[in-house]
């Protein structure tokens, strides 16, 4: 059975900085496209940052909301995905998901197209 794992969730200061990691068992998420999502309460699921595909020459993409503060990568053997997120406001306050699917999303960010999430991890802004 696929399970997707996030961590690093936390609770940090504006202006502070995170990293989130999202790990896989039984899929090798080196291979397929990943994607982080977020979710505030009472807002919808919204994409924040891909990989295209698993080619490590993949693209990558990112909301307009990130705006230069995050970045996505991937471990030297590719089993682990990461989201940096730097300069963090408390709009950033959400349920940090990653979600990752066999073939490649017909949109990156839409999340009806991902078959296999994680649990989550809350990150909270807030001084």
């Known amino acids: 059975q696929v399970q997707l794992v996030e961590s690093g969730g936390c609770q940090v200061q504006p202006g502070g900085s995170l990293i989130l990691s999202c790990t896989a068992s039984e899929f090798p998420l080196e291979y397929y496209p990943v994607t982080w999502f977020r979710q505030a309460p009472g807002t919808e699921r919204e994409g924040v940052a891909g990989f295209s595909d698993g080619d490590s020459s993949g693209e990558t993409y990112y909301a307009d909301f990130v705006n230069g503060r995050f970045t996505i990568s991937r471990n030297n053997d590719r089993t682990t995905v990461y989201l940096q997120m730097n300069s963090l406001t408390p709009e950033d306050t959400a349920v940090y998901y990653c979600?990752?699917?066999?073939?490649?999303?017909?949109?990156?960010?839409?999340?009806?197209?991902?078959?296999?999430w994680g649990q989550g991890t809350q990150v909270t802004v807030s001084s």
């Open positions: 979600a990752a699917e066999l073939m490649i999303p017909r949109r990156w960010n839409d999340n009806t197209e991902y078959d296999y």
